[in-house]
């Protein structure tokens, strides 16, 4: 019987490396550089195997996917088989025929990255002056075309003070969410967590606003690679004394925090399966082996499947259904990615209490 508990949901396909940009906090790592791509028919052939035994999300992304000559023929096919096929992108390649081709792909969705509601902010985090004039062009072009967009920013210390700014810029621009990133430290993340990751307690403080915000704009605000986020609104509904429901808090209701392995995988550009794109552990490679084998019988994907196997913190938490801590913060932490979640201040009930017992 298909275990529908551990279903795969959602698919981020790293179709290249290559990218324009010279993020500072890129996972990718990307470069302008070709190298060891999947054909065209290695993905076509893929994505026919997943079709047989999942219908996930398909986002599409790089690096910068819109490097890809193929990215229209790939969502085409994608579609074709019925996937909901979502892009990610810089948004700096789009023009007016790009933005025809992705409506004409069946693309449900773009997501562009903004990381400040000023061209000065955005342009220090990817590495080139004008990326933002050139991305907030081509949302417009996705508008004219009706192409639905979102926009992606990754929080840090350098623009956590305008990240309701770019909420109130997304909404005022036509956008139809923002999806705030907390940075995770992998790829080129990792050469600036020192100086860039917010403490445990700014952490907090942030992922309390966007929940406040999610409940007084009416728009889609969602914290993402931040998943004691799901704590945080179960303990603001319990102290508003109300009830979670999918009718006032969408899907954060219906899901949990870390999905890594869980209903989330990650397809590298030569075809690398990992938990996501944050945790760099690849499980097998969809040009050896099916999909569809490594997601059910991949070691570790099926050991993130076990709660119990979670150590510190998370391992005593009463949220760790709803949680679960980020596996890929762990492993960059300890190099073990069922540690504690390091950048959460929580203290599980069950560690107040026998701290308490402790000091009587």
Known sequence: MKDMKNELRLIFWELTKRCN???IHCRAEATEALCEELSTNDIFQTIDEIARFAKPIIVLTGGEPLYRADVFDI?????????RVALATNGTLIDALVAKKIRDSGISRVSISIDGSTAATHDAFRGIQGSFDEAMRGARELTQVGVEFQFNITITRRNVHEFE?????AQSNGAKAVHAFM???????????????LSSEEYERVLHRLYEISRDFGFEVKATCAPHYYRIIRQRARNEGRKISFETDGLSAITRGCLAGLGVCFISHKGD???CGYLPLAVGNIRHTPLGEIWE?????????????????CGACEYIAFCGGCRARAYFATNNPFDEEPYCLYVPARLRASKNCESE
Request: aromatic share 10%; charged share 15%; glycine share 6%.
């Open 21 to 23: 940009l010279k993020c």
């Open 75 to 83: 969502a085409h096919y994608a579609v074709q088989k019925k996937f």
């Open 273 to 275: 399966v990992q938990p």
């Open 183 to 197: 940075l995770v430290p992998v790829g080129c993340g990792a050469q600036i967590a020192s100086s860039d990751m």
């Open 165 to 169: 700014d770019v909420i109130s810029f």
């Open 297 to 313: 019988s991949s070691r570790l994907f099926l050991t993130l499947r076990d709660f119990s196997l979670l150590s510190g913190k």
